[in-house]
């Protein structure tokens, strides 16, 4: 079974630009998550997705970030316009919500490294 | 807003001896525990979980202990390993439903073990 996919897995940009990862889910993992991984701190959640709705996008910082997962697959997080705090690792998970599958883990990918200068 | 803590960032043990790792939780909401490991450039993989209404899950070397009257869970792994040596982070959520299964993480704990 393949993984969460997640690219690019490194990204250098100046301040103010903008910039995007994609990410693909595990098939048939209706939920999907966006993680923010500042150095020295543990993932936070950003947003959270089931099927091609949003479930939770309290900790979103919706003036500079947004998320789509227009067909309920795969999944974008842009940032626009970046700033240096945004420095961080930018963790995928899949969750299998179908009965009898679902353990309560999130399966991650493998993350994408966004350097702000 | 920092609801679950591991206050250790480090810990150095020595092949074949017990590793023990911390983690303490504030709202009493929380039902589900995880603990993800963490190798360098890698996402954090699934380790073992527990539930609320268990004290103690075993899963080959690794055991999971939750003490709810103190919001204290621990990992202890034996004999360690080192392969073992990784950043643990601890997890946790309320409820398993998809409106209510995010989880929250601590700072992790980067466990080194030497030959």
């Known amino acids: 079974e393949a993984g969460v996919a997640q690219s690019p897995r490194y990204k250098i940009i100046e301040k103010r630009q903008s910039v995007a990862f994609w990410c693909n889910p595990i098939?048939?993992?209706?939920?999907l998550y966006w993680y923010q991984q500042i150095l020295g701190q543990g993932p936070k959640l950003l947003i959270q997705f089931q099927n091609n709705g949003v479930v939770d996008d309290s900790q979103l910082p919706k003036d500079r970030f947004s998320a789509e997962r227009l067909k309920g697959v795969d999944s974008t997080l842009k940032i626009q316009p970046a700033k240096l705090e945004d420095s961080a690792v930018y963790l995928c998970?899949?969750?299998?919500?179908?009965?009898?599958?679902?353990?309560?883990?999130?399966?991650f990918g493998e993350g994408s490294r966004l350097t702000v200068l | 807003d920092q609801q679950v803590k591991q206050n250790s960032p480090s810990l150095s043990v020595q092949e074949g001896r017990i590793s023990i790792l911390n983690c303490d939780y504030t709202n009493s909401m929380f039902d589900y525990f995880l603990w993800y490991k963490k190798y360098p450039a890698e996402g954090p993989t699934f380790l073992i979980s527990i539930s609320s209404i268990k004290d103690k899950n075993e899963d080959g070397r690794f055991t999971v202990f939750l003490n709810k009257s103190a919001k204290h869970l621990s990992l202890h792994i034996v004999p360690s390993q080192p392969g073992d040596s990784a950043v643990y982070f601890c997890a946790a959520s309320r409820g398993r439903g998809s409106t209510l299964g995010r989880l929250y993480f601590g700072r992790g704990t980067q466990l080194t073990v030497w030959p």
């Open positions: 998970a899949s969750r299998d919500l179908r009965t009898g599958k679902d353990t309560g883990e999130l399966f």
């Open positions: 098939s048939g993992h209706a939920t």
